[in-house]
């Protein structure tokens, strides 16, 4: 499975994070489903947590009904009206790591 996120992260306002996410045969190297989420959320900086409340999220028309994307990707920034937590550590002057306490972290590059 190949995931991609764009995150557009602002100190105010709305933020934004899209994710792709392809299940490809390791063999063939073909595509066998594929699932879209979008998400729009408010940020608070709080030490180094960055507190995330959900506005809206939406999923892809086309969704791949393949469960290995559906189980797997129920990620609670794609959850309307979620409120979550992410511990930030700035790890250079343009690449910080979020980290939700789980399995998931995101290591970003600030452009």
Not at 20 to 30: C, K, M, N, R, T
Not at 36 to 65: C, I, K, P, Y
Request: with cysteine.
């Amino acid at each position: 499975m190949t995931t991609r996120y764009r995150l557009d992260l602002r100190p105010t306002g709305v933020s934004h994070m899209r994710l792709v996410a392809q299940l490809i045969d390791a063999d063939s190297g073909a595509e066998l489903g594929t699932i879209r989420r979008n998400s729009a959320f408010r940020v608070q900086q709080q030490g180094h947590r960055l507190q995330l409340n959900v506005e809206s999220s939406a999923r892809g028309e086309a969704d791949s009904t393949a469960p290995e994307l559906s189980g797997t990707l129920g990620m609670f920034i794609f959850r309307s009206d979620g409120s979550l937590s992410y511990w930030m550590r700035p790890l250079s002057a343009t690449r910080y790591l979020f980290d939700d306490g789980n399995d998931m972290f995101v290591l970003c590059s600030k452009r």
